[in-house]
């Protein structure tokens, strides 16, 4: 999802989840927007996906396109040292809301 296709999208619904993921070992940030039907679309730029260097980033970029909540998740390190795949909304207690 461009950023035009996200600003166009938040205009005309109200129910969807965005979530901002921080990998683990990374200060990189990506956004997902989770729609109504469960479809994720990460946010690109180019057709390439959008990686932010820190919340900051993130806070202004989503803030132009309207959004004003999202949440934080973060890869479990102990998923990746086992060799099992990270799970960025299991469980939803691991996601922390982000206001801005």
Do not use: C, W
């Not at 990270?86 to 939803?92: S, V």
């Amino acid at each position: 999802m461009e950023f035009h296709d996200l600003e166009a999208f938040v205009a005309h619904h109200d129910n969807y989840e965005i979530r901002v993921i921080g990998h683990a070992g990374s200060r990189f940030y990506q956004v997902e927007l989770e729609d109504i039907e469960g479809r994720r679309h990460m946010l690109m730029r180019r057709g390439k996906p959008v990686l932010f260097r820190s919340l900051d980033d993130v806070y202004l970029e989503l803030k132009r396109a309207g959004i004003h909540r999202a949440y934080l998740v973060q890869q479990v390190p102990h998923d990746e040292v086992i060799g099992r795949e990270a799970h960025y909304q299991d469980p939803l207690t691991s996601r922390m809301p982000l206001v801005f």
